[in-house]
């Protein structure tokens, strides 16, 4: 299935010049950048992120910083969206990620999220979620956003649900066997 590249042409045109940081009343959501890498290393070796999202093969900090790299500052450099590293905005603690990616596998534009395990349970993924749908939608004029999570990730289905998103089917990314919950 191809993107729909002429849906997500907007949002490429309007992002250009989008703020690079979003703020709510306790996170600042900012662009990656290679100084992020220790807290990359450590969230994409978490257990919940190995058991959810999948093994990156990120091990060191050059394999963080080569991640940020080709990953979220890629993306953002060619779409104007991507990832972002979401921190507390009192003391500048990094507590997880989140932000709009597009995958070549998916037609939609899909939002992502991930924060390390200390930090659930205090709101911060359902308010850096919500700003970020916020976001695309009022700035970048994203007509539709998705969001894919593994059936046994109740926690990241219980967040998206609470956003107002609703189950579409299951999806397969590429060539990976495992279905994945579709929610729009």
């Not at 991640?67 to 990832?83: D, E, F, H, T």
Request: proline share 5%; with cysteine.
């Amino acid at each position: 299935m191809q993107p729909r590249r002429e849906a997500f042409g907007a949002a490429s045109e309007a992002s250009s010049a989008a703020v690079k940081t979003i703020g709510t009343p306790r996170l600042r959501i900012r662009d990656l950048t290679e100084d992020d890498a220790p807290f990359a290393l450590e969230l994409l070796n978490d257990p919940s992120w190995l058991q959810f999202i999948g093994d990156k093969g990120v091990r060191t900090l050059v394999h963080a910083r080569e991640w940020i790299r080709s990953g979220p500052i890629a993306m953002n450099a060619r779409l104007g969206i991507g990832l972002s590293l979401c921190e507390r905005s009192s003391d500048g603690v990094p507590l997880g990620i989140c932000g709009l990616i597009k995958r070549d596998t998916l037609e939609d534009v899909d939002l992502g999220f991930a924060f390390l395990p200390k930090f659930w349970g205090q709101g911060y993924a359902t308010e850096a979620a919500s700003a970020v749908l916020h976001h695309g939608r009022t700035e970048l004029r994203l007509e539709r956003i998705v969001a894919v999570t593994t059936p046994e990730n109740q926690a990241s289905l219980t967040l998206l649900k609470r956003l107002g998103m609703k189950h579409e089917g299951l999806v397969r990314l590429g060539h990976d066997p495992q279905e994945l919950v579709l929610l729009s």
